[in-house]
Nanobody, 127 residues
Framework: QVQLVESGGGFVEAGASLRLSCVASGLTFSNYAMGWFRQAPGQEREFVGAVSRDGGSTYYADSVKGRFTTSRDNAKNTVYLQMSSLKPEDTAVYSC????????????????????WGQGTQVTVSS
């Protein structure tokens, strides 16, 4: 079955950096666009960033633009989220998601677009 497993979360101070990884199995990874979402306690799930099947297109939420970068390595079935200049408001559970995509350059920003989800990894940023 399809599995998405995130790692790399942790507890950091404001201004620090973290890199999240999401390893996929049970699917042909290069056929799937990938996305990152986050959910803070008491809040709705929020789009963070997305990368197309071929890695050539990315898209970010305004709240993270310029600070976060997502990329992928199709040979390793892995998508990454590099987070820099972290702020306390970035504290959340971060999850990756996969969406089958015919268009190699398309990114997806809505959670309903995605077929598969990981369990998430906690990121906590102290002030």
């Amino acid at each position: 079955q399809v599995q998405l497993v995130e790692s790399g979360g942790g507890f950091v101070e404001a201004g620090a950096s973290l890199r999240l990884s999401c390893v996929a199995s049970g699917l042909t990874f290069s056929n799937y666009a990938m996305g990152w979402f986050r959910q803070a306690p008491g809040q709705e799930r929020e789009f963070v960033g997305a990368v197309s099947r071929d890695g050539g297109s990315t898209y970010y939420a305004d709240s993270v633009k310029g600070r976060f970068t997502t990329s992928r390595d199709n040979a390793k079935n892995t998508v990454y989220l590099q987070m820099s200049s972290l702020k306390p408001e970035d504290t959340a559970v971060y999850s990756c998601a996969a969406r089958f995509s015919v268009d190699g350059r398309k990114t997806y920003t809505l959670s309903i677009h995605y077929n598969f989800w990981g369990q998430g990894t906690q990121v906590t940023v102290s002030s």
